[in-house]
């Protein structure tokens, strides 16, 4: 019985190896942090969680994570923050970026 895992290793469609090539994780990271920051700073939109997330972001609590790492820890808080403030732009990065990197 062989498994059909879909990649192209070995006469397969993709490989999870080499899956990220040519996608750049860490720079699509930045730029959800960055749109984070820009809803964060207009009046009424920034809480207790924001201001938990941002000393998480700074090392405040333990070890300063990565961008992706603590986009994908917190990924449904900030879809939420996207999709209350209908930064629709945000979204569709924050979408690729779970599909291609998380």
Known sequence: MTEDCGCKHKGRSTDRYVSFAGIDCD?????????????????GRNNKFWEYFNKKRAGGSGPKPDDLFLIHSNINQVR???????????????????????
């Open 27 to 43: 720079g699509n990271a930045r730029q959800i942090m960055a749109a984070i920051d820009r809803q964060l700073a207009l009046p």
């Open 80 to 102: 939420e923050l996207f999709e209350t403030w209908e930064d629709e732009a945000a979204m569709a990065l924050l979408v690729q970026l779970e599909e291609e990197c998380c």
